[in-house]
C-alpha cells in the first residue's frame, strides 16, 4: 500500500488544510467588509440590496461546502494512515512470527543433549551409581539444556525444575509435590514439600486430567483465582514474583482406560518451565516440546523412586 505523501498527510504541513482555511477566512471577511461599505455609503438601491445578500448567502454556503470538504479531506488522510499502521503492524507481526519459528533449529541441539542426559541418568542409576545425588547430579545437566533450549527459542531467560508427588501424610492427607532437581540458573530447591491443593497449576493437572498447565501471565491471574503457594500477601503487594510465565507439565504413564474418553494418567511429578518475562510461550511448539521431554522423564523417574 503507498504511503500518504509527508507534505500532504503529516500534521506538521498540511498545505491543503492551511490554503482551505486562507479561503475560507477571506471568503468570510469580504462579504462582511461589503457590506459594512454598502452601509456606510449612499443609500443602497433595492437591486444592491439583494446584490448584497446573495453574495452573503453564497459565500457562506461556499465556506461551508468549504468545511465539510476539509472534513472529508483529513477524515480520509487518517483512514490512509491507520490502514499503513495496520498493515505495518501487520507485517512486523509475522516476521517476529518467522524470526520465532527459526529459533526451534538451533534450540534441538541442547534439546537433544537434554534427552541424552535423562538417558545418562537413567542408564547409570541401573548399572552405575545408584546414589541419589548422581541421580539429581545428571538430571540438573539434563535441566540446564532443556532450559538452554527454551532461552534459544523464547529470546529471554527461562528455568526449569522436576518436582515428584508424595503421598498423603499428616492429619489433612493432601498430596504434596518436592523438588528433586532444579537447573544451574534457579536457586537451589528447599525440602520443604508444597501441597497440592494450594498451587493451581498442579491441582488443574490432578485433578482435572489436563495434559499441561499453560499462562503467560500469572501476575494477571491472581485476580482469576490462581494460587501459588510460595507468594504470600506480602509477595503479591510488593510485586516481587520471580517468575511470571509458566508451562507445567505431569510425568507419568497413562493408566487403564476409564469411563470417559481420556485416560487416567498416574502422575508421578511435573516438569516445569518458567520465566521472568511475560507473553513469552507458545501454545503450539513450546507445550508440545515440554510434553515430550516429560515423556522420556518417566522412565527415569519411575525407576528412581522404585529404589527409594
Sequence with gaps: MNRVPNWLGNQESRLWSTMARLAALTGLIFPIASIITFLNGAPLSTPAMILSI????????????????????????????????????????????????????????????????????????????????????????????????????????????????????????????????????????????????????????????????????LVAAISKGYRNSHWDEKTIEAGDFDYRSTIVWPIGRAGDVSTGTKRDLEIIGFLCIDSFETEIFHQTYDVAIGGAFAQALQLALTQFRTKQ
Design 54 to 217: 446573495y453574495v452573503c448567502i453564497l459565500c457562506t454556503t461556499l465556506i461551508i461546502l468549504m468545511i465539510r470538504q476539509e472534513n472529508r479531506y483529513v477524515a480520509q488522510v487518517k483512514k490512509y494512515q491507520d490502514d499503513y499502521l495496520d498493515e505495518a503492524k501487520k507485517y512486523q507481526t509475522q516476521l517476529e512470527s518467522a524470526q520465532r519459528e527459526m529459533r526451534y533449529g538451533p534450540a534441538m541441539l541442547p534439546l537433544r543433549r537434554a534427552y541424552a542426559g535423562v538417558a545418562e541418568a537413567s542408564w547409570n542409576h541401573l548399572r552405575g551409581d545408584t546414589s541419589p545425588e548422581a541421580f539429581r547430579l545428571h538430571l540438573q545437566e539434563s535441566l540446564r539444556y532443556f532450559s538452554e533450549a527454551f532461552t534459544l527459542i523464547t529470546g529471554v531467560t527461562c528455568r526449569s525444575s522436576i518436582k515428584l508427588v508424595a503421598a498423603p501424610d499428616g492429619p489433612t492427607g493432601d498430596l504434596t509435590v518436592s523438588t528433586l532437581c532444579r537447573d544451574h540458573n534457579s536457586p537451589e530447591p528447599t525440602n520443604r514439600p508444597d501441597r497440592i491443593s494450594d498451587n493451581t497449576d498442579f491441582k488443574h493437572i490432578f485433578l482435572h486430567n489436563e495434559p499441561k498447565f499453560f499462562c503467560n501471565d
